[in-house]
């Protein structure tokens, strides 16, 4: 097993050197392969970590916790590996050859780098290497959100470097409280480890722990978007490039998660379980109301997204705060059917985006029929993440709220259910008018006051299916705009994918939820229940 | 409370720095031009390695020297070349954007400062958390530096100062690690030394970024993007 945890330490970061001296083409490949190895890497570790934690000197440890978070990162970085093959063509598409070696560069030496944070950071063993690990996964992402350089792109990286980096430094402020309580037992020379700072749990001084707590949940908290401390998430998410979107939302925010866990086992070992679960319910429930909230009025797609993540973090705190063993198993199953629901979403919002040439929902219609393979696949992710049955969030929501009646938490698992069918109205609202709405506007009325207005006619050399030209398909609105156009270039949209590379990863997520929500294969159910375990899940 | 006692040299010295550390605080906080912040942040960071000198000296703790060497080199010196550098000429000149970009008045804004202070110096205090090696009233201190440099992250639109509020928002974490984790293994507080460098450096690719967009540091016309 040491050599997988050491491939994993070194494949991807290979991968980001190699990407920064590589051809665009070679630089996808490349990805494309440390991607796919990564996750096969992941899965190879299912099978030890369901039965034993593994510990590798004083700084890696892997247990079923740990596998089950590099699991959602895994399989996300494999499939937005792939995707980003076809992204990154059509981004890059109307640039100069220069420009595109240079954003094709950047961008698969940081998404690797990404990938490879986000991987190591479940595997320290120390607090303070896992903090270290957070704050890089801070550092290179806000790298990526900046990649785009536009007006938005560099105000959204600046709003989130800014607020997550406060955030981890009260994270910080928690690793030393942290090894302030363990020095307590320990000594003063120790080194923050989980495997000796665990089993003694029970001896630590409580005011530090609480304090440690406390700081830890709300300075992780703020990466992974708990509200009051979420403000950076739906700026981030929504200029980001969409495949750094997606790892955002699946599996940044599941690691941030991670590390509010570990900080949750320390506590609950010192101080019983109750204090750490009340924190995390209020947490989980003001992020639930916000994001259901916001999430019945949104405009820009990638933003709608961004907040249903807000929700689901939510509903992670929750899960736990409700201590049941069923219900961790469910927040265990949660954070992986999440990262593959939001990754297809992200995915197939993307295509979208690049589709129709814009993010706002209003300039998206009839995506159906305009996209024979992304548009059925999206409303899929959609419907997944609104935890319809037969997918794997339907699976985990349904454990986490019988959890929650199980250990009599009667109220907060009404307010739960009550919360996630507001959010599936948003959702849902949203997504319909964008996937079934006709492609004609009503009455031949022109296009919508959001929609930056584009002549009827422009002359577009080399594309004859100009509006209004010779066997155009499409009629002309009164006042001279089709709402079909690709917003901003005039050209009229036929159904077409842009991508095959960005189809095939959305399949595969959709296979993953699939087996998530109907048989999850016995090796995961074992890895859940001793993860359950290890969460100490007796209510 | 016991009855008060004179401090010892030792106290005395350490609870000094850490007083002078704030007060540096509050300079950083209506300082125009970011060469000045820098300065005062490289003062700020020299003062630590100082406290850490004096407490490794007193408490034999060898580990210190080292630490606050690298501290001292990493802080003092490559932090503040690696802004100035990554900045360039912005870095030297007057800084636009950078005077003046008060949410609320000078006064205001230190007299709200003292209150953040006080408020953060008397709970840091009632958590009756005593160190082993260094004196309670500096953890009280290291507190009520970090509201004040959210403080000055929240005031100061421009995004010099709000770099410079984290980049001090990290040294009072160092100084509430110097006195409850004074004994924090050397090779974590060398990897936290460089992750700083590389945030660091990051903060400076985006401020360049941001002025290169925005002709300016302030950031006032970041609006675009609410709700």
New interface residues.
């Given amino acids: 097993m040491l050599a997988v945890i050491l491939a994993l330490v070194v494949v991807p970061l290979a991968a980001g050197i190699a990407s920064l001296t590589a051809s665009p083409r070679t630089a996808a490949a490349v990805t494309m392969t440390s991607g796919i190895a990564s996750f096969g890497l992941v899965l190879a570790l299912i099978p030890a970590a369901a039965h034993r934690t593994l510990g590798y000197g004083p700084y890696v440890r892997v247990d079923a916790i740990s596998v089950i978070f590099m699991l959602a990162t895994g399989f996300l970085y494999a499939a937005v590996a792939v995707y980003s093959a076809g992204y990154v063509r059509k981004e890059t598409e109307g640039e100069g050859p220069a420009a595109a070696r240079r954003y094709a560069r950047r961008f698969y030496a940081l998404f690797n780098v990404f990938g490879w944070s986000m991987l190591v950071a479940p595997m320290m063993n120390s607090l303070a290497l896992l903090w270290i690990a957070v704050e890089v996964t801070t550092v290179v992402s806000a790298l990526l959100v900046a990649l785009e350089n536009s007006d938005a792109a560099v105000e959204a990286a600046w709003k989130y470097v800014l607020i997550a980096s406060a955030g981890l430094g009260l994270a910080l402020l928690a690793t030393i409280f942290a090894y302030f309580a363990g020095a307590q037992v320990l000594g003063q020379h120790y080194d923050l480890a989980l495997n000796s700072i665990l089993p003694v749990g029970g001896r630590l001084p409580h005011t530090p722990v609480r304090l440690a707590f406390m700081l830890a949940v709300l300075g992780y908290g703020t990466k992974v978007g708990l509200f009051p401390v979420h403000t950076w998430l739906p700026d981030a998410h929504s200029e980001a490039p969409t495949p750094v979107s997606a790892l955002l939302s699946g599996s940044l925010l599941a690691v941030s998660f991670y590390a509010i866990l570990r900080y949750y086992q320390i506590a609950a070992a010192a101080l019983g379980s109750a204090f750490p679960r009340d924190v995390l319910l209020a947490f989980g429930v003001a992020s639930l109301l916000l994001a259901a909230l916001y999430l019945l009025d949104q405009r820009d797609l990638k933003r709608l997204l961004a907040y249903s993540s807000i929700e689901h973090m939510g509903i992670l705190a929750i899960g736990v705060s409700f201590g049941a063993p069923v219900a961790l198993a469910g927040v265990m199953l949660h954070v992986l059917a999440h990262a593959a629901a939001k990754g297809n979403a992200f995915m197939g919002a993307g295509v979208l985006v690049i589709k129709f040439g814009s993010k706002q929902i209003s300039a998206q219609r009839a995506a159906l029929d305009l996209l024979p393979w992304s548009g059925p696949l999206f409303l899929l992710a959609v419907l997944a993440l609104s935890a319809m049955p037969p997918f794997g969030i339907f699976r985990s929501e349904f454990q986490i709220v019988a959890g929650g009646f199980g250990s009599h938490s009667y109220a907060a698992a009404a307010v739960l259910v009550v919360l996630v069918t507001v959010a599936f109205f948003g959702l849902t609202a949203s997504t319909t008018s964008m996937v079934f709405r006709s492609r004609r506007p009503a009455g031949g009325r022109a296009a919508p006051a959001a929609e930056p207005a584009t002549p009827a006619v422009r002359p577009s050399p080399g594309d004859d299916r100009r509006p209004g030209g010779p066997g155009s398909p499409e009629p002309v609105g009164t006042a001279g705009v089709t709402v079909l156009e690709r917003a901003g270039t005039g050209r009229v949209l036929t159904r077409s994918e842009p991508s095959a590379w960005m189809v095939v990863p959305v399949l595969a997520g959709i296979a993953v939820l699939l087996v998530l929500g109907l048989h999850p294969p016995g090796e995961l159910a074992q890895l859940i229940s001793r993860a359950v375990t290890q969460l100490g899940g007796a209510a | 409370m016991d009855p008060v006692q004179a401090p010892g040299v030792y106290q005395g010295a350490a609870n000094v720095i850490a007083a002078l550390m704030l007060l540096l605080e509050f300079g950083m906080l209506r300082q125009a031009l970011i060469r000045d912040q820098i300065r005062l942040y490289a003062a700020q960071s020299a003062l630590i390695s100082v406290l850490a000198i004096v407490i490794a000296a007193d408490r034999g703790l060898p580990d210190l020297y080292a630490l606050a060497a690298l501290s001292a080199a990493l802080k003092v010196v490559a932090v503040p070349l690696v802004v100035r550098r990554l900045l360039g000429r912005t870095g030297h000149d007057e800084s636009p954007g950078v005077a003046g970009s008060y949410t609320l008045g000078v006064a205001n804004t230190v007299l709200g400062s003292i209150g953040l202070a006080a408020f953060g110096f008397f709970c840091f205090g009632a958590?009756?958390?005593h160190?082993?090696v260094a004196p309670a009233a500096a953890l009280a201190i290291a507190g009520a530096m970090?509201l004040v440099a959210?403080g000055l992250?929240i005031v100061r639109r421009d995004?010099a100062s709000?770099?410079i509020g984290?980049f001090s928002?990290?040294n009072a974490?160092s100084l509430?690690?110097l006195v409850?984790?004074?004994?924090?293994?050397l090779?974590?507080e060398t990897?936290?030394l460089f992750?700083l460098l590389?945030?660091v450096v990051?903060?400076a690719?985006?401020m360049r970024?941001?002025h290169a967009?925005?002709e300016s540091l302030s950031?006032a016309d970041?609006t675009?993007?609410r709700?």
């Avoid at chain 2, 409850?180 to 293994?185: C, I, S």
């Fill in positions: 958590l009756g958390i160190s082993p970090v959210f992250m995004v709000q770099a984290f928002l990290e974490i509430a690690a409850v984790a004074a004994g924090l293994p090779i974590l990897a936290f992750d590389v945030a990051v903060f690719m985006l970024a941001h967009r925005a950031t970041l675009q993007l709700g």
